[in-house]
């Protein structure tokens, strides 16, 4: 009974810790930028999840769960033993984000080649260019552009 209450106690002390230094580190930032509020990328790789073909994008990036074709490397290398051709070649550029900064792109150029009827050989090359970016500190200081 005894380690059942302390049980408790120790779980609910660590939520209102846990809670409170939520809120302070937030606190500190909002203090730190004020109105300048910045809002980089977290992820380490982010080109990774962008569909390197037209047709997985187009069909809500389903890749792993469609038929095989030449992009199979990027969703599912296993789909090139049912592959109907013995060799094949692609190649796509996608200008990502064109809308909003003109020169971030995206390359990507794969090859395959059926070994027999159970077994492929398949290699792949993306190129992901983020353009020309401006470097800043915490407090949003530019410190040169790379």
């Known amino acids: ?19 409170s230094l939520q809120s302070i580190s937030q606190n500190y930032y909002e203090q730190l930028l004020g109105e300048n509020k910045i809002n980089t990328i977290t992820t380490s790789v982010p080109f990774l999840m962008i569909a390197p073909d037209a047709r997985s994008g187009a069909i809500g990036d389903a890749g792993a769960a469609s038929s095989p074709d030449v992009y199979s490397q ?13 060799m094949g070649i692609a190649i796509s550029y996608s200008p990502w984000l064109s809308k909003l900064v ?6 990507y150029l794969n090859y395959y080649m059926k070994l027999n009827d159970r ?19 915490a407090l949003g200081q530019p410190l040169g552009s790379f």
């Open 1 to 19: 009974m005894k380690s059942t209450i302390t049980g408790k106690f120790v779980l609910l002390f660590m939520a209102v810790i846990s809670f």
């Open 74 to 86: 990027h969703w599912n290398p296993a789909k090139y033993a049912f592959m109907k051709k013995n």
């Open 102 to 107: 003109d020169d971030i792109n995206l390359a």
């Open 119 to 137: 077994s492929a050989f398949s290699a792949s090359l993306i190129y992901f260019s983020l353009g020309e970016i401006q470097f800043t500190n």
